[in-house]
């Protein structure tokens, strides 16, 4: 008989921090925004500003140099950075499942090595350097082990331990993960088992992928511009006291143009529709999934978790860019235009675009840059939390916490035990602190500091105070208590305050064998020409 909570993890891909209705946006999530009202909103979770690292900290409460993904999947020779989760390091799955719980997983994966989309069929699925999430404590699974997929027509899908394949019809990546979940977790209902899914999403990860009943909703919302956009995105967080009203909004990136200056004004607005569409439709998926777990009398005790792997991606989409990584031909036969081309108008599944900087700015408001960076607008994620039996409705914190303290909160949550030991292996101690308490409306502040590194974008945050710097450039100070969109740089003004952050950093990232990114890159390049070789 079960009594347990069950536990939902839902993650989604490249969205920014306004990009929910809960956070400003006006793109329609009434589905997510109800959880955060009938639940917890935390203001100040963070992520690790890309996708392997974020997953492979989410899911083993470690960070993700511990994890054994310090960068991507590339393996650069070394364990922080051999680019899958390693074997000291154990999943919340492999933990939960331990406890008696049935594990599901449907979506992406993306933690587990480096895979060619071009050459699917050599794909090295499921050897020591390419685990598979069956061999990572779930027991079922559905969806694709790569960073990105087509939506209309994926080009590498697994069921369980099997490729399945798949030809476009009325196939769309976020309903088809979406109702295999749903399916899974009917057949844990029926064994009577508690169970934890993990549910993540590649929505809106580009490519700009939508269904034209979605998009049809936004066909001129976005024609007023990314400036009206963004400003009134902050002035409806305002309005909520979602931020502090003395956080100024940080400016229009400098590469972006005015709105007023764009020549392409309806192909750029066209980008920004499909996006919110791609939103839009995984907010309905939400819908549906919380339908089925009142169908099935068992969204009281559910805990369910929402949040972001990444903020915004300012990556554009260039024909001879990330575009020619991917198939670029439909799974039934039809030619994809691969890149950003103004005259194609985004969203079918013979296009392969991205929605570019300027949206990505959108997305980040207020804060400042995008995925791959540690300032506010890379690592910023709401975390919405819903438990009926476990969490005070409306409850809104601004206290800062981390992905790596997932873990610990669903241990917490469910009465599971952490493993010291898997497979003959002898397993690392999780880094994160539970959030339980703060869920159900205790006072709670973090004991440790926060750390992150990625591609040599580097910060620290210890109280209300963030060290950061990006590659190659110098570190910076703000105070987060009065300044998190990171407009006043203090540094020089409180010297003692930045050599204890500084010497914590330097501590950690020794400990965590962090390596120089100017070091690391020559691997990285080297790796990723001997990937082209070997396929």
């Known amino acids: 008989m079960q009594n347990k909570p069950n536990v939902i993890l839902i993650l ?23 959880l955060a009202n009938n639940g917890a909103l935390l203001t100040s979770m963070y992520n690790c500003a890309r996708c392997c690292p974020t997953r492979a900290s989410l899911l083993t409460g470690l960070y993700p140099h511990n994890a054994g993904i310090g960068h991507m999947g590339v393996n650069f020779g070394t364990p922080a950075y051999q680019g899958f989760l ?3 390091s154990v999943t919340i799955a492999e ?3 331990e406890s008696g719980y049935r594990t599901l997983m449907s979506g992406k994966w993306h933690v587990a090595g480096d895979f060619n989309p071009r050459e699917v069929d050599s794909w090295r699925v499921g050897d020591v350097g390419h685990p598979t999430p069956r061999q990572r404590g779930f027991d079922r699974f559905y969806g694709t082990l790569d960073g990105a997929t087509h939506f209309f027509s994926p ?27 749903i399916g899974m977790i009917e057949e844990s209902v029926k064994k009577d088992d508690p169970f934890f899914l993990y549910l993540a999403h590649t929505a809106p990860h580009w490519p700009l992928h939508a269904r034209e009943e979605d ?18 995105r902050h002035e409806e967080m305002n309005g909520r006291n979602i931020l502090q009203a003395n956080w100024d909004i940080s400016p229009r990136d400098q590469e972006v143009p005015a709105w007023g200056d764009v ?15 791609m939103v839009d439709r995984m907010d309905q998926s939400v819908g ?14 559910t805990l369910i978790l929402f949040l972001s792997d990444n903020g915004g991606c300012a990556e554009f989409m260039a024909e001879d860019g990330w575009a020619q990584s991917f198939p670029d031909i439909t799974n039934d036969g039809r030619k994809i235009t691969m890149g950003n081309h103004p005259d194609i108008r985004p969203g079918s599944a013979t296009t392969y675009q991205s929605y570019d900087k300027p949206w990505a700015n959108v997305s980040n408001a207020p804060f400042r840059l995008y995925k791959h960076y540690v300032h506010e607008g890379g690592i910023s994620t709401p975390l919405i939390a819903h438990w009926p039996k476990g969490i005070e409705p409306g409850h809104v914190s601004h206290e800062a916490c981390h992905v790596v303290d997932i873990l610990p909160t669903i241990l917490e949550a469910t009465g599971s035990p952490y493993l010291k030991e898997l497979g003959g292996h002898e397993i690392q101690p999780f880094q994160g602190e539970s959030l339980v308490d703060m869920l159900a409306g205790k006072d709670w502040s973090r004991e440790q500091p926060i750390f992150w590194e990625h591609e040599g974008n580097c910060a620290v945050r210890l109280g209300n105070f963030k060290l950061v710097k990006q590659f190659d450039q110098d570190w910076e100070l703000y105070d987060m208590e009065s300044d998190r969109t990171e407009l006043h740089n203090l540094t020089g003004k409180n010297r003692p305050l930045e050599r204890e952050m500084l010497s914590q950093y330097n501590a950690w990232a020794d400990a965590t064998n962090v390596m120089d990114w100017n070091d690391a890159l020559p691997r990285l390049l080297k790796a990723w020409n001997m990937e082209s070789v070997d396929g």
């Open 95 to 97: 933990v939960l499942r």
């Open 12 to 34: 989604v891909d490249d969205m920014g921090f306004a990009d929910l209705g809960i956070t400003g946006s006006e793109i329609k999530t009434p589905n997510i925004d109800k």
């Open 215 to 232: 998009i049809a909703k936004y066909d001129s919302t976005y024609l007023k511009g990314w400036d009206a956009i963004r400003t009134a």
């Open 86 to 88: 390693r074997n000291d």
């Open 263 to 277: 020549k392409l004004t309806d192909w750029e607005a066209s980008k920004m529709a499909v996006y919110a569409a």
């Open 288 to 301: 549906r999934l919380v339908a089925a777990l009142k169908r099935l009398e068992q969204f009281e005790d």
């Open 155 to 181: 080009h590498h899908m697994l069921e369980d331990d099997s490729r399945v394949q798949v030809f476009p019809d009325d196939f769309y990546f976020t309903d088809a993960i979406t109702d295999k979940a």
